[in-house]
């Protein structure tokens, strides 16, 4: 992956021209096991840092993951949310969960 990648709590983060890029660390795909339910968020929704991003069922554990950081939602990976075992793709580019704008650059020099 590119340079600007910044991986953060099991995610990763891609700066994009569409704006931040978030999905699932290969570490976190094998700690879940495969994945079979996804609670996606809304595009227009706007988190803070440390709000809930997504929800995994998989085979191994239950688990959520909070937003690295603060924006707003201007795109999801609308073929997991029908298909949530693509978040289990080796390459990570794959693996996406949303897209953010507005982004609070300061809480990523932080990270």
């Not at 840092?49 to 795109?75: C, M, N, R, W």
């Not at 029908?82 to 507005?102: G, K, M, R, V």
Request: hydrophobic share 40%; no cysteine; charged share 25%.
């Amino acid at each position: 992956m590119a340079e600007e990648l910044k991986i953060i709590d099991s995610l990763w983060l891609l700066k994009t021209s569409e704006g931040y890029k978030i999905g699932l660390t290969n570490e976190a795909q094998e700690d879940l096991g495969n994945i079979t339910f996804a609670t996606m968020p809304k595009v227009g929704q706007t988190l803070e840092k440390g709000d809930s991003l997504i929800e995994l069922e998989a085979e191994k554990a239950v688990s959520e993951f909070s937003s690295p950081v603060s924006g707003t939602i201007v795109a999801i990976n609308e073929a997991a949310e029908n298909n949530p075992s693509l978040l289990d793709d080796t390459d990570q580019n794959n693996a996406w969960i949303a897209i953010l704008t507005n982004v609070n650059e300061e809480e990523l020099e932080q990270a």
